[in-house]
């Protein structure tokens, strides 16, 4: 059960700017970081951005990340064909004391 | 190389029972908290289970709450997850995932390769 909403799809030319949102509640989001994996089809999910707005070494500054109140979101700029993946938000929920991930962001680059 | 190897899937037949095992490498397992996590075919990731790095505090989602049992050797660098009452719904790739530790409920950093769970007759 997805307790954080993402758009199912997103795209964008190569060069563009694309943002997926994640909405969550005051049990997770509002009160917890957030984190964002890339899933590229077929492979195991990689850790893009921890702690709301920071990335892992190795990950490029195209991804940034943010967080307002119960909402965050994702930010890939420049977009490259590579980025062609499916994205995921995901926070601790005190109210269920367990991870939640988002239904997902499939990204397409056109 | 700081990895992760989970072993054990395979066919389960329903009400069955399957135990999955993780295999930890390039670094101590016993320092850091792990989770299982799953994605069914097609579908989104789901978190299973955490166990701290002592072992000492467990979670559960509430899918798999009183069927499915966590837990870990440090000695053997291992996590293990009891899987009984399989159902088809537990159809999925079951990923094995360190948390960074930095805080607590940290970023799951490293993240094994996944094994396969199929459930049927």
């Known amino acids: 059960q997805s307790v954080l909403t993402q758009p199912p799809s997103a795209s964008g030319t190569p060069g563009q700017r694309v943002t997926i949102s994640c909405s969550g509640s005051?049990?997770?989001?509002?009160?917890?970081?957030v984190y964002w994996y890339q899933q590229i089809p077929g492979s195991a999910p990689k850790l893009l951005v921890y702690k709301n707005n920071q990335r892992p070494s190795g990950v490029p500054d195209r991804f940034s990340g943010s967080k307002s109140g119960t909402s965050a979101s994702l930010a890939i700029s420049g977009l490259r064909s590579e980025d062609e993946a499916d994205y995921y938000c995901?926070?601790?929920?005190?109210?269920?004391?367990?991870?939640?991930f988002g239904t997902g962001t499939k990204v397409t680059v056109l | 190389e700081m990895q992760l190897v989970e072993s054990g899937g395979g066919l389960g037949q329903p009400g069955g029972s399957l135990r999955l095992s993780c295999s930890a490498s390039?670094?101590?397992?016993?320092?850091?908290?792990m989770n299982w996590v799953r994605q069914a075919p097609g579908k989104g990731l789901e978190w299973v289970s955490y166990?701290?790095?002592?072992?000492?505090?467990?979670y559960y989602a509430d899918s798999v709450k009183g069927r499915f049992t966590i837990s870990r050797d440090n000695a053997q660098n291992s996590l293990y997850l009891q899987m009984n009452s399989l159902r088809a719904e537990d159809t999925a790739v079951y990923y094995c995932?360190?948390?960074?530790?930095?805080?607590?409920?940290?970023?799951?950093?490293?993240w094994g390769q996944g094994t396969m769970v199929t459930v049927s007759s």
């Open positions: 390039g670094f101590t397992s016993s320092s850091y908290e």
């Open positions: 995932t360190r948390e960074d530790g930095a805080v607590a409920h940290d970023a799951f950093d490293i």
């Open positions: 166990i701290s790095h002592n072992g000492k505090t467990i």
């Open positions: 995901a926070a601790w929920d005190d109210s269920l004391r367990g991870y939640v």
């Open positions: 005051s049990s997770n989001i509002g009160r917890n970081y």
